[in-house]
């Protein structure tokens, strides 16, 4: 593997670790301030953010389109190849944030 694509694949999985971590502490400031519950709230908002990480983190889906689309009909299967392991490493970082929050709020977020 190329040393672009190592760099590539390490900031999708921070990219969508922050989104989920940020995401969900800020957005349950609202909550605190509003006198809800911030831990339950910080357990909704990290799985509503889920799949917009993952997408903020390969930057947009239409990129994402255009590389598998190389892949099959240009015969590219090392750049499909690629893009299947940055979105697995944003899924990695998605689920590493969830199972953080989880210890933070003693909560199964799931």
């Not at 590389?67 to 689920?95: C, H, P, W």
């Not at 590493?96 to 909560?107: D, F, K, P, R, Y």
């Amino acid at each position: 593997m190329e040393e672009r694509f190592v760099v590539q694949f390490i900031h999708c999985f921070f990219i969508a670790f922050g989104v989920i971590i940020g995401g969900a502490i800020i957005g349950s400031i609202g909550s605190f301030a509003t006198g809800d519950a911030p831990f339950t709230s910080m357990n909704r908002i990290a799985k509503s953010l889920r799949i917009w990480a993952i997408v903020a983190a390969i930057g947009g889906t239409f990129d994402a389109i255009a590389n598998f689309e190389r892949g099959i009909y240009d015969g590219s299967t090392l750049d499909m190849f690629k893009q299947i392991m940055l979105i697995l490493s944003a899924m990695g970082g998605v689920k590493t944030a969830m199972v953080l929050l989880g210890w933070l709020i003693q909560e199964d977020i799931g």
